[in-house]
């Protein structure tokens, strides 16, 4: 008797959903894609409606055997790939390496989880194939093929001399490398500003104590100045409503004021009762953050962890159980069977007190969101954190304990606080305590969605004060003590790898999947460095950005790569066409590409005279001559870097050899070497003029690390070891 086929991507996936529907079914695995554009060749027809030429995965070729043999034997085959475009376009790869009889059989099932009832669920109620997601999923590819395989080649050309061959642009990568790099130069141009605040200790004639801070003088409210440099009539403007304390002698003339004054009283005191709601159930982007923020996973990791526990775990003698729905979601829907059993379970574990009178419906914020998905929570509710915990190691029980716990704390009462504001005044002086009190945990019982300290605060005193109970207008307190301040205003955070898929994600760059993929990429460039889990950029990666959004400043743009990521959505949901898409986004972007071309200098081949062209090959890029194949002429990059570089002469001589001296480049950064080299080894380093800050004797050189990053090291190491990654200025140094 013939048996029914169920094709998934990976092995582990396959495992699971095998325990669960016995022995009438074979369950094999694709294990990832088995098609794709051919890597030596666009691979794209752009003058007949985009049409693609898809070629086997190279070491996927026995598998396809397997599956058509299998095919050919079974009665039935369901493909039960993951429920997104990718999914599906694996799901239609299948499809297209079967034969016509066997295509009949072919049936598309859905689930969110891996379970036992949502696999047999879906096996009920097969679907066909969604050639709109297909045709999405397309698009994409070939929107991301065309711009990488045609905009590499020019990025190479602009700066082969200085960084070789391994360089590339994508639609998505290239807009957060720009996002990184625009942070980067506000960072730099940033200037702080002084400021001061006053903070008093007051004590009541009980003896209990309590901070307020300088909030207004006769009537004008302390602020921060607005801009580093101010005319004198913005300033005048400024200070017609307003204060500021931007120096230690104006800041010690008002606390000398202050200290005169007879008598401080409570002139005001609100007290206002306010609700914070719990945070929605995870999302993809929403995951990847927390779990950054809580536990230091890099997004990477997160997914992969999450990856296992969605396609099964040995739990027990359960076997290999899904403990959480599909983690590539910006849903954050939820079932009514969970959120029935969410409530149940709040009642049952917290008390009647911590559940809502009905469930909490959250709206995706986005348009465009995949409500067929649900949001990241846990497949069923026995398998709770500490039941799980002996069968998961370290890593992926703090990740599932994460989901477990924002899920529960979604379906809870809000917790309840109570804001109070003190005033105090003195003559002309008015001071100001703030703080709040817990008077209902509600879902921080569960989880705590708070997001701990803002990096960018420039005014962080007496955020919550603690405010004795009691307190009555009029009261008269006496001042204990009064401290000023200084402050600087900071400049913006640099993002870290959460804050930027943050960031893409509220301006509608990237989808779920592409996330942690986006990240990862430009680190992998080395276009990005992480250091102390910021991301900077390296010289590499600001040159390449440079040169892309001077050449191509409407493709790699923020704007546009959203609109792009609309376009695409449009198609999955049958608004809008494949071919009409790519052609809007082709014409523009073919002629601003050949405008570009025409700018850069031709290499010439050295044989017959004609244009040299990139090619790619099995073992990388080379370039050949197009008057192939009567002239059949290649050559390495390495040979074209060597003979392009024409020597930048210092105008100074080599006191070794009489020669001249040469600036040349290392992977270190520049250096002066001698035009004789390799007979001439003489070698100097390049100097900013500035003396070492710590030595005195040495000049401060610049050096590259090997991620590309410029710092600044003592002309005289190893015997100083000062380095910097800031130059300072001449006259800083001149001082100290």
Not at 13 to 35: M, P
Not at 463 to 488: S, T
Not at 620 to 634: Q, S, V
Request: aromatic content about 8%; proline content about 5%; some cysteine.
């Amino acid at each position: 008797m013939s048996k029914d086929l169920i094709l998934v991507e990976s092995p582990s996936k396959a495992k699971t959903i095998n325990k669960y529907v016995g022995r009438k079914y074979i369950v094999e695995a694709t294990v990832g894609h088995i098609k794709n554009l051919p890597k030596s060749k666009l691979g794209i027809d752009v003058d007949d409606q985009f049409k693609t030429k898809m070629v086997t995965i190279r070491g996927k070729s026995d598998i396809i055997k397997r599956i058509k043999n299998l095919a050919s034997k079974s009665k039935n085959i369901y493909i039960a790939t993951d429920p997104d475009r990718e999914g599906e376009a694996i799901a239609q790869d299948v499809l297209d390496i079967l034969n016509e009889k066997d295509r009949a059989k072919v049936r598309r099932v859905l689930f969110n989880e891996i379970t036992k009832n949502a696999v047999n669920k879906a096996l009920e109620n097969p679907l066909r194939i969604d050639d709109k997601l297909v045709s999405s999923q397309r698009a994409r590819r070939v929107m991301d093929r065309i711009i990488g395989y045609q905009v590499s080649p020019f990025l190479w050309k602009a700066v082969i001399d200085q960084y070789g061959s391994s360089l590339s642009a994508g639609r998505v990568q290239s807009v957060a490398l720009r996002l990184i790099c625009e942070r980067e130069e506000e960072i730099e141009r940033f200037i702080p500003t002084e400021y001061w605040s006053i903070v008093a200790i007051f004590k009541t004639d009980s003896g209990e104590e309590f901070s307020a801070k300088l909030f207004e003088i006769e009537g004008k409210q302390l602020k921060i100045q607005p801009k580093p440099e101010m005319t004198d009539k913005d300033w005048e403007e400024f200070l017609k409503e307003n204060f500021a304390i931007n120096s230690e002698e104006i800041a010690n003339k008002i606390l000398s004021e202050i200290k005169n004054v007879e008598d401080f009283e409570i002139s005001e005191i609100n007290k206002r009762q306010t609700k914070r709601n719990p945070a929605p159930p995870f999302i993809t982007s929403t995951l990847q953050v927390e779990a950054s923020r809580r536990l230091g996973f890099r997004p990477r990791r997160t997914m992969m962890l999450a990856q296992q526990l969605y396609e099964g775990v040995a739990i027990g003698d359960e076997g290999l159980t899904g403990l959480i729905t599909y983690m590539r979601t910006d849903s954050t829907r939820l079932s009514d069977e969970i959120l029935e059993d969410a409530r149940l379970h709040i009642k049952n574990q917290y008390g009647d007190k911590y559940l809502p009178e009905a469930p909490r419906i959250y709206q995706s914020k986005k348009k465009n969101v995949q409500d067929a998905h649900e949001a990241i929570r846990p497949t069923s509710l026995k398998h709770t954190p500490e039941y799980v915990k002996p069968y998961l190691d370290a890593a992926q029980f703090k990740l599932y304990e994460l989901i477990w716990n924002r899920f529960i704390a979604s379906q809870m009462e809000p917790a309840l606080l109570e804001n109070t504001t003190v005033s105090v005044r003195g003559g002309k002086f008015v001071f100001k305590a703030t703080g709040s009190a817990l008077l209902f945990d509600g879902f921080l019982k569960v989880y705590d969605d708070s997001n701990g300290n803002d990096e960018n605060n420039n005014d962080d005193d007496m955020k919550n004060a603690k405010i004795p109970a009691g307190l009555k207008k009029n009261q008269i307190l006496a001042l204990k003590e009064i401290n000023p301040n200084q402050h600087f205003t900071k400049p913006p955070a640099r993002f870290t790898e959460s804050s930027l898929i943050k960031e893409l994600e509220s301006k509608g760059i990237g989808r779920p999947s592409t996330y942690a993929l986006i990240v990862s990429t430009i680190l992998d460039r080395k276009y990005v460095e992480s250091v102390d889990r910021k991301l900077v950029p390296t010289e590499l990666g600001k040159k390449v950005n440079e040169i892309l959004v001077k050449n191509f400043p409407n493709i790699f743009d923020v704007g546009f790569t959203a609109k792009m990521e609309d376009e695409l959505d449009s198609i999955a949901e049958g608004e809008n066409d494949y071919v009409q898409v790519l052609k809007d986004f082709y014409q523009p972007f073919s002629e601003t590409l050949a405008k570009v071309e025409s700018t850069l200098e031709k290499i010439k081949c050295d044989k017959c005279g004609s244009d040299m062209e990139l090619k790619i090959g099995r073992y990388g890029k080379f370039l050949a001559c197009t008057n192939y194949p009567e002239c059949k002429n290649i050559k390495s990059l390495k040979e074209i870097s060597n003979t392009k570089n024409e020597p930048e002469y210092t105008g100074n001589k080599c006191p070794k050899c009489e020669g001249q001296t040469i600036y040349r480049e290392s992977r270190y950064g520049r250096f002066i070497g001698c035009e004789n080299y390799p007979d001439c080894d003489y070698t100097e380093q390049i100097t900013t003029g500035i003396k070492c800050p710590e030595c005195g004797e040495g000049e401060l050189t610049p050096k590259r690390t090997k991620r590309g990053r410029i710092f600044y090291s003592c002309s005289r190491y190893p015997d100083c070891e000062y380095a910097t990654w800031k130059l300072p200025k001449a006259e800083e140094v001149d001082n100290d």
